[in-house]
Nanobody, 121 residues
Framework: QVQLVESGGGLVQPGGSLRLSCAAS????????MAWYRQAPGKQRESVAA???????NYLDSVKGRFTISRDNAKNTAYLQMNSLKPEDTAVYYC???????????????WGQGTQVTVSS
């Protein structure tokens, strides 16, 4: 089994910054993709940013130029640097990983418990 633990959420004023971290632990053989999703009240969960093992990244249009995803493969940890935060970025942010627990195991999806990000003055 694989566990994901997020940290770094909180309350920040508009224009401020936060850095989210997601550490994967457990029976990890390999992680293909690590990503951040978010869900605001009354809205569907949406993909914010993703990074694959080779380093390719993609972003939600509304966060391009403000958010940066990165990962430390040696530590099985992903980060989301969020700058120039806006009230509309307020949501619960979830870490997602897709990986295997063994060389012959199927790819599985794993989720963290979520961390609240609130952007408000």
């Amino acid at each position: 089994q694989v566990q994901l633990v997020e940290s770094g959420g909180g309350l920040v004023q508009p224009g401020g910054s936060l850095r989210l971290s997601c550490a994967a632990s457990g029976s990890i053989f390999s992680i293909n993709t690590m990503a951040w999703y978010r869900q605001a009240p009354g809205k569907q969960r949406e993909s914010v940013a993703a990074i694959i093992s080779g380093g390719s990244m993609n972003y939600l249009d509304s966060v391009k130029g403000r958010f940066t995803i990165s990962r430390d493969n040696a530590k099985n940890t992903a980060y989301l640097q969020m700058n120039s935060l806006k009230p509309e970025d307020t949501a619960v942010y979830y870490c997602h990983a897709r990986g295997r627990t063994a060389v012959v195991a199927p790819l599985r999806d794993y989720w963290g418990q979520g961390t609240q990000v609130t952007v408000s003055s």
